[in-house]
């Protein structure tokens, strides 16, 4: 293993609470999580007491309200929190993104009772999210779910199977997308579903290419009863809840993707000005050095859009299309420095014993999840040039 510690990201910070965030962030990731992300990757582990970890720190609500115990920071503060995260081990970035995005609809759309019920607990309280929208025969067509909730008294019964669901069987609470009208966007609805509700149970965890210690599993639904007190929003509005959490949700898969990238491109540039081919570091070789410069030149040019956009949603702006272009690009970038890094270890590359096969593992899944890389083409496009004629 190269002995070449990296370099910190020179981050520009809007205050000095956010450079101290930062720094904590970085101590935590150094001691508790980079050191077994290997083994337990490998294991398959689910490192529950990091999450555990990191609600006592103050860190699994960071862009919400400190009135229901978050953090108070702006979007381009939480970002960059995401992407250190990340960059020590996936699972626990994309972890604590998918629980922001667990927490987004009640947070946003909850009525101020909801939100003094249920967010301390869920934003500081020890407690992990998960997020129910898509199904096995629903995925990027969203909008066609089968989950049902039917009106029974004071009640409703949700009865349906969600898959690829992040957290999925260990999560302590669900946000569960669920038709409950008519056919189409405009017949979901929102449900802030417990973690033990009766009825509700976890598949096992879907085997995976790479973040094996994350579980994504399909959610079963039989039946379970939940009080019209939890339904998130109108009737009828969950789609558009949906929508809203994946624009801020996206953001924070490119701030992961940018983390992955960031650590692939560390390990390549330690082990590049180490390893000594015809007498010389590899490093001196033009081609290699090129290779490093484009790795950097993408890495930086991916903050710098996801940041952007984080900017535009910190002010109260229109961010769907910048956030769609951040995910796509960062996750592309992703992939690229991924694949790019195993080529600069050459055959250690592609072991397990240096960590580079591992990130190009990881970071297929980021061009999937949350919106393919084809629907954000898609939504950018139709911002540039309207929707599609039918």
Known sequence: MPDRAPQPVDRQLPTDEARELI????????????????????????????????????????????????????????????????????????????????????????????????????????????????????????????TKAVRDGDDWVITGTKAWITHGGVAD????????????????????????????????????????????????LDGVRVPDDRRIGEEGQGFAIALAALDSGRLGIAACAIGVAQAALDHAVAYATERRQFGKPIADFQGLRFMLADMATQIEAGRALYLAAARLRDAGR????????????????????????????????????????????????????EGTNQIQRMVIARHLAGPETR
């Open 23 to 146: 720094s904590l962030v970085r101590d935590i990731a150094q001691r508790e999580i980079a050191p077994k992300a290997a083994e337990e990757e490998d294991a398959g582990r689910f490192p529950r007491e990091v999450f555990t970890l990191l609600s006592r720190s103050g860190l699994l609500g960071l862009p919400y309200d400190s009135e229901y115990g978050g953090g108070d920071q702006p979007y381009e503060v939480y970002l960059q929190v995401l992407e250190e995260l990340a960059a020590a081990r996936l699972t626990v970035g994309l972890g604590v993104s998918v629980h922001t995005l667990a927490s987004y609809a009640l947070a946003a759309y909850g009525t101020k009772e909801q939100r003094t019920e249920h967010l301390p607990a869920m934003l500081g309280g020890g407690l992990l999210g998960a997020y129910c929208l898509s199904e096995a025969s629903s995925g990027s067509d969203a909008a066609s779910l089968r």
């Open 173 to 220: 609470f669900y946000t569960v997308m669920a038709r409950t009208g008519e056919e189409g966007a405009r017949g979901i609805t929102a449900f802030l579903v417990p973690g033990d509700a009766e009825g509700l149970s976890g598949a096992a965890p879907e085997k995976k290419m790479g973040m094996k210690g994350s579980p994504t599993a399909q959610v079963h």
């Open 318 to 369: 229109p961010f769907a299309k910048q956030a769609a272009m951040a995910k796509l690009h960062c996750t592309d970038t992703a992939m690229k420095v991924a694949v790019d890094a195993v080529q600069v270890l050459g055959g250690y590359g592609y072991t397990a014993d240096f960590p580079v096969e591992r990130y190009m593992r990881e970071a297929k899944v980021l061009q999937i999840v």
